[in-house]
């Protein structure tokens, strides 16, 4: 029997104290085949959840959690996944799943390292505001005045990009350069003119951030973030200690690849982190630390509106991005949230700073990103749009 497109939902009514049942869609790639009798001792679990006045915890029933779970990636042959879930500001789940690569025994757990990619990101708009509150860098300040960029000084338009236009993406540069060997980096529009996702925005801005301070960004990141965070399992270069317990990437199912190294960090994708490590991040950022909470609440402030589809053009109502996060506004919230994507490493986090919950999830697969629709439903209890601008939910919902 064949159960492609429907699950419920247990959703908290906005006021905490009243509950209901929503069904919307699971998406399940098609084909795929689910034993009725597991699936619906599954449902009604979560249903019985709701008739005890519990609220919408997965990790209170961990092995009807770990069993959706494991279907979840045998549906989109997801060798290994690593997840964290935040409640009131406190870790309460963390667990790894399946394999560090698909041919060996070797278990993940919630400390295996996986890639954070494009999860980098918010933690180096995290460093950057603490230079903000410092008064050595203005968020509106021409980045040309702190340091020239040779690389695009061609194009005029570049002293209009500052730390604020980086971090809400609207640099007007492209996400990478034509030929990643080359000097020379191309405008795509006027700084400001528009959402764009830009990885040369950030380097950009990383360059700055290096002739501020007088110090690698590696020493610099580690100071700001990984030492006052306490993320031991965490950096933005290679560490021989992660050579013991790290994730391979999986290019289409068993297929392993070679596991890439940093040896210069990179604030758009060089992050090397574990579930927990990470969830650690986002609790400073749930209940403030290092930075003021008048300043978080910046760094989640609508800066920008995005579209519904990535390189679409429609504005979506709902989807916006801060200043290193995106932004998801639904009736009953606001949420933050970030993706990351290096191929074979895909992983996912999102929050929502008035309830103090979240979840953050890697994977080694490049089918990793299917499972936000998924996972957000299941923990947060809302149907994010960020699965639709990023292209899955359609390729999901067939």
Request: hydrophobic share 40%.
């Given at each position: 029997m064949h159960f492609k497109n429907r699950y419920y939902r247990v959703q908290p009514h906005s006021d905490g104290l009243h509950l209901c049942v929503n069904v919307v869609h699971i998406h399940m790639i098609p084909g795929y085949t689910t034993p009725s009798r597991n699936l619906f001792a599954l449902?009604?679990?979560?249903?019985s959840v709701v008739a005890s006045g519990q609220t919408?915890?997965?990790e209170r029933n961990p092995a009807q959690f770990d069993a959706y779970i494991a279907q979840l990636m045998k549906r989109d042959s997801i060798p290994g996944m690593s997840i964290a879930i935040i409640r009131q500001n406190k870790l309460v789940y963390h667990k790894g799943y399946g394999l560090t690569r698909s041919d060996s025994t070797q278990a993940v757990t919630a400390e295996t390292i996986f890639e954070a990619a494009s999860l980098t990101k918010p933690t180096f708009a995290y460093a950057v505001l603490q230079l903000v509150e410092q008064g050595k860098l203005d968020l509106d300040k021409p980045l040309y005045e702190y340091l020239p960029y040779s690389d695009v000084a061609a194009d005029e338009?570049?002293?209009k990009i500052t730390a604020r236009l980086v971090l809400s993406h609207r640099s007007g540069l492209p996400n990478w350069r034509k030929n990643r060997r080359s000097a020379e980096l191309a405008m795509l529009r006027t700084p400001g003119?528009?959402?764009g996702y830009s990885g040369e925005g950030f380097v950009y801005l990383q360059k700055v951030v290096e002739k501020i301070t007088g110090k690698p960004i590696n020493e610099f990141?580690?100071?700001h973030v990984l030492k006052p965070l306490s993320m031991t399992h965490s950096g933005y270069v290679w560490k021989p200690a992660f050579d013991s317990h790290v994730a391979l990437p999986h290019y289409g199912g068993e297929n392993v690849g070679e596991k890439y190294k940093p040896d210069q960090a990179n604030m758009a994708y060089s992050l090397q982190t574990s579930a927990d490590?990470?969830?650690?991040?986002?609790?400073?950022?749930?209940?403030?630390?290092?930075?003021?909470?008048a300043t978080i609440d910046q760094m989640l402030s609508q800066q920008t509106q995005l579209p519904t589809r990535f390189s679409g053009d429609t504005l979506s109502t709902r989807l916006y991005w801060g200043l290193g996060f995106g932004l998801e506004r639904t009736p009953n919230d606001v949420y933050f949230w970030h993706w990351g994507d290096n191929g074979a490493f895909k992983c996912y986090v999102v929050g929502s700073r008035s309830r103090k919950e979240a979840v953050v999830y890697f994977t080694n697969a490049t089918t990793g990103l299917r499972l936000i629709s998924d996972i957000t439903s299941l923990v947060l209890g809302y149907d994010p749009a960020t699965s639709g601008f990023?292209?899955?939910q359609t390729a999901k919902k067939k």
């Open positions: 449902l009604l679990l979560f249903l919408k915890t997965p338009r570049y002293k003119e528009r959402f990141m580690e100071e490590d990470y969830a650690k991040f986002i609790q400073a950022i749930l209940t403030p630390k290092s930075l003021k909470t990023l292209g899955y």
